[in-house]
């Protein structure tokens, strides 16, 4: 079964039309200016997203504001780089720490009463159940 996610393509145009609060028309306008850009059918239908929506609202919200079209195209496009950057991050920090644990040779230190010992990665340092008894005198 496929994950669904905010990138997702899931709404025809009248319902996300109806979920941004926006006239289907305005939806196509901004298709064609490349402002919102849905995912199309095989069909030729646009299918929008969650992010897409969002997207819509937040237009709507900056033209509220007096922010230009132009304006609000730039504002969108930066978005977007700046969520495919923290997705690109994301990947690669996965990909180091892979490669940190897969690494052969990698070294693993535990402390105690015994000093600093050496073990193995994903073991866990032998424990010492001895009992001492102390005196006073």
């Known amino acids: 079964m496929e994950q669904l996610d905010e990138n997702t393509p899931l709404f025809v145009i009248s319902v996300a039309a109806e979920l941004a609060v926006m006239h289907p028309q305005t939806l196509r306008q901004y298709d064609r200016m490349g402002l919102v850009v849905p995912v199309r059918t095989l069909g030729g239908g646009r299918r929008y997203t969650m992010r897409n929506v969002?997207?819509?609202?937040?237009?709507?919200?900056?033209s509220t504001e007096g922010v230009s079209l132009e304006g609000i195209k730039r504002v969108l496009e930066l978005e977007n780089q700046n969520a495919e950057l923290k997705a690109r991050i994301r990947d690669l920090e996965a990909t180091l720490a892979?490669?940190?644990?897969?690494?052969?040779?990698?070294?693993?230190?535990?402390?105690?009463?015994?000093?600093?010992?050496?073990?193995?990665?994903g073991q866990r340092p032998t424990k010492r159940t001895s009992l001492v008894l102390w005196r006073s005198r």
Do not use: K, T, Y
């Open 54 to 62: 969002a997207q819509l609202r937040e237009i709507a919200r900056l």
């Open 98 to 121: 892979n490669e940190l644990m897969q690494r052969p040779g990698g070294r693993v230190f535990a402390a105690g009463d015994s000093g600093v010992e050496s073990i193995a990665p």
